[in-house]
Each structure stands twice: as C-alpha cells, then as structure tokens.
Nanobody, 117 residues
Framework: QVQLVESGGGLVQAGGSLRLSCAAS????????MGWYRQAPGKRRELVAWVSSGVSTNYADSVKDRFTISRDNAKNTVYLQMNNLKPADTAVYYC???????????WGQGTQVTVSA
C-alpha cells in the first residue's frame, strides 16, 4: 500500500524552528531519493530539499544553510529540520520520491507550516 504521512508543521514566528517528519511506505522509500516539496498559496509546488538513497543532500537556494534533510532507512522516514524560518517559507510541505512531478501519482496530506513576521 502506498502511504506518505507528513507531520510536524505548525505556526512559528520568524527566526524560529520546526522539524518535519514523513513516514513513507517501503514501496516509495526504498532505493529512491526522497525529497521535501512545498506549495505556497497561489504558487506551484516546488522541490526544496532532497536526499539520495545514501547520504547525499541537495537544497534549493531559497533554503540552503537553513534547512537540513535526513533519512532513517530503518524506519522508512525522512526528516526536514528547518531553522531561521521566514514568512516566505509559509506553505504546505509534502514529501515524496524525487522524480519529475508529472510522474508522481500519489501525494500525502501534507503538513502546514505558517511563519509569522
């Protein structure tokens, strides 16, 4: 069964921190690079951080040096530590495998992150 369950979002003031978690089914998690995507109101969904099946990580310029992605292969879980949050980070955050989005047929419910000025 395909499953993605994101959690950890909330309301935080600018400069604050949050840690997101995503529990994935093995069919999605295993052998795939995993990423965190976000979608702000009125904007397209974008990939902001991703981690290979090993430990290699990459970040969008907008979050570099503030966000840290990691994965626990034993738990089929991927995390996103977000520090120094900005109002521009306000969005619904989703995790999924890293492939062209047109090829992704399943999304979890996401977790809302709201950063107040």
């Amino acid at each position: 069964q395909v499953q993605l369950v994101e959690s950890g979002g909330g309301l935080v003031q600018a400069g604050g921190s949050l840690r997101l978690s995503c529990a994935a089914s093995k069919s999605i998690f295993s052998s795939n690079a995993m990423g965190w995507y976000r979608q702000a109101p009125g904007k397209r969904r974008e990939l902001v951080a991703w981690v290979s099946s090993g430990v290699s990580t990459n970040y969008a310029d907008s979050v570099k040096d503030r966000f840290t992605i990691s994965r626990d292969n034993a738990k089929n879980t991927v995390y996103l530590q977000m520090n120094n949050l900005k109002p521009a980070d306000t969005a619904v955050y989703y995790c999924n495998k890293v492939v062209p989005m047109v090829l992704i047929t399943y999304w979890g419910q996401g977790t809302q992150v709201t950063v107040s000025a």
